[in-house]
């Protein structure tokens, strides 16, 4: 026993040196050592959210370590955090006073701890930053100067997984008839529910990692293009489009628009504009099952739509404010369909159409021609109205227009009956005219000559 060892503490009180002495003299017996001082003059308090928080959001976890044991042992010189459960990590770590320092550049794990001989309270505030669904645990373990345990406390995080994300899709056209595999890349798929193609499910699918989803495309009762959707309980993400093709269309064509008033003027209110799309056959095969449409949401704000569409050939209707025109155009054929709308001015002042196809494989723009129109609705505007040329007095001082006896050709006018000679104003003479010369009434000169006598 008396060569055991036992450190001097300035200050330390006689019990204080007693516990030390039998700490040291148990040890050297090679006996059990000593319980750990009681946690209740030396409490780790954590605070943090309990969730549910979005992944690849940050929160803040912060540790109180107050120290105020009265003895020395039952004081922190260290705190341990530790995170496990779903994916996270610690991302900044400060502690309030400044004789303690921290480090948490393993990421998930840290530590931090008293600089000084005197040992501070201090409180430590971590930044934690959760990158995936599920809970986080953040386990506190507060050490003495001989590292020994002093405190501990823990807290858990529910965390809510991110939503997918779905970048692209490969390939991204097939048959109606379904059965194509098609690869879904992107991220977050994990706990995939669904995945749709328009409102179809996809005959099966399977999530092959974190960035991958193999489906398969279900049947489809038209051609044309639906969105693939992925679902998972963090939310939906929407693919595509896909593009389902009808065996039975071939062919390649292009597409183009005009209109009258020319694109680029500006139109007043109360014109009518009439709008021309093109569509061609384009190549060595007849284009069977062509369809293009005409996107007139940006044109009906302002306009009217005057129920005139007529195509050369094949099927055109607009409803739902879309122009659509399908047929078939034979080797160097082609189809014209027209349609007018009125201005009216009563949206944004803005007339934009945008002529394009469902069938992206087959169709293109014919960028020599172009497939959009804009026209600007001018500000307070009518049409201006055709000029009129001015009156002529007639022969019998009479001016078109003006309200006054009717005559017929060959008949004079009849006289008032008792009217004075200074009741109406002389009639203005008529200004010379050629014989046989029309007047403005329509008349000969000579017959109104005649109707006088």
């Known amino acids: 026993m008396k060569d055991a060892h036992v450190p001097f503490h300035p200050g330390a009180t006689p019990a204080r040196r007693t516990a030390a002495l039998l700490t040291t003299a148990t040890t050297a017996l090679g006996l059990l050592a000593l319980a750990s001082p009681a946690r209740a003059d030396s409490v780790v308090r954590i605070a943090g959210p309990a969730g549910p928080v979005p ?89 003495n100067g001989r590292n020994e345990p002093v405190g501990s406390a823990g807290l858990a995080t529910q965390v809510k997984a991110p939503a997918p994300v779905v970048t692209g899709l490969t390939p991204d056209h097939g048959p109606l008839a379904g059965g194509t595999t098609e690869t879904l890349t992107g991220t977050h798929p994990a706990g995939t529910t669904a995945v749709a193609f328009g409102s179809v ?8 990692s974190d960035t991958r989803i193999t489906a398969t495309a279900p049947a489809a009762n038209a051609a044309g293009k639906v969105d693939v959707t992925v679902t998972t309980p963090a939310g939906a993400a929407t693919a595509g489009p896909y593009t389902y093709q009808d065996p039975a269309a071939t062919g390649s064509y292009v597409f183009s628009t005009t209109a009258d008033p020319k694109p680029g003027s500006s139109v007043a209110t109360g014109t009518k504009v009439a709008y021309s799309v093109t569509v061609a056959q384009k190549g060595a095969d007849e284009a069977k099952g062509a ?27 607009v409803k739902d404010g879309k122009l659509t025109w399908t047929g078939d155009l034979p080797v160097g054929g082609s189809a014209t369909v027209t349609f007018s709308v009125t ?34 609705v001018a500000a307070g505007s009518t049409p201006s109205p055709s000029p009129s040329p001015t009156p002529m007095p007639t022969a019998g001082g009479q001016t078109p227009g003006t309200p006054g006896p009717s005559t017929s050709a060959g008949a004079s006018a009849p006289a008032t009956s008792g009217a004075s000679p200074d009741a109406q104003a002389p009639a203005a003479a008529a200004p010379p005219q050629a014989p046989g010369a029309l007047a403005s009434t329509g008349t000969t000169v000579g017959t109104a000559a005649a109707a006088d006598n």
């Not at 976890?61 to 990590?89: F, Y």
């Not at 499910?201 to 092959?208: C, K, Q, R, W």
């Not at 302002?302 to 195509?311: H, L, R």
């Not at 945008?354 to 026209?375: E, I, M, P």
Request: charged fraction near 15%.
């Open 343 to 376: 201005v009216n001015g009563n949206g944004d002042r803005q007339l934009h159409s945008s002529v394009a196809t469902l069938d992206g494989k087959r169709g293109t723009c014919d960028s020599d021609r172009g497939c959009t129109t804009d026209h600007t």
């Open 55 to 143: 992944a690849n959001t940050a929160y803040t976890v912060t540790l109180d370590v107050p120290n105020t044991g009265s003895q020395e042992r039952a004081n922190a010189t260290v705190v341990n955090v530790a995170l496990s459960g779903a994916a996270a990590t610690v991302t900044s770590a400060h502690a309030s006073a400044q004789d303690w320092a921290c480090d948490f550049s393993a990421g998930s794990s840290g530590m931090c701890w008293n600089l000084g001989n005197l040992v501070s309270a201090t409180s430590i505030t971590l930044t934690v930053l959760p990158t995936a669904g599920g809970t986080v645990t953040a386990d506190a373990d507060a050490r």
């Open 201 to 208: 499910p996809a005959t099966g699918f399977t999530v092959d």
């Open 291 to 317: 369809t293009v449409t005409d996107d007139l949401s940006k044109v009906l704000d302002d306009a009217a739509y005057n129920g005139d569409v007529q195509a050369a050939s094949g099927t055109a209707a």
